[in-house]
């Protein structure tokens, strides 16, 4: 999810994601995190293993992420949560 693809504003959060590296586990994770409450868009890259999420800025939206990651049999943790940044809204 590149800063530009962002219409609605909100926050980006990073998380590094363990145990998942196939389109399959993306996908799921992708669509599972999107039903979090405060989710806006949730993008995995296996390759990176790093999970990029559009939120409204309560961390509780992140904390649910890791949630369901984690019931999904994989392992998410939020990078630098100090370091999560305000996107800003298109003008």
């Known amino acids: 999810m590149r800063n530009d693809e962002s219409r609605a504003g909100g926050h980006i959060g ?3 994601l363990k145990g998942a590296s196939c389109p399959s586990c993306a996908f799921t994770i992708e669509r599972a995190g999107r039903r979090v409450a ?3 868009d949730v993008r995995v890259d296996v390759a990176t293993h790093e999970i990029r999420v559009q939120y409204d ?3 509780e939206a992140l904390r649910g992420i890791e949630a369901i990651v984690s019931r999904l ?4 943790e939020v ?3 100090g ?4 996107q ?3 003008q």
């Not at 049999?73 to 998410?76: D, E, K, M, N, P």
């Not at 370091?83 to 305000?86: G, V």
């Open 14 to 16: 990073v998380l590094d």
């Open 73 to 76: 049999g994989y392992q998410a």
């Open 83 to 86: 370091a999560q940044r305000p």
């Open 88 to 90: 800003p809204d298109p």
């Open 79 to 81: 990078k630098d949560p």
């Open 57 to 59: 800025g309560n961390p």
């Open 38 to 40: 405060g989710v806006r």
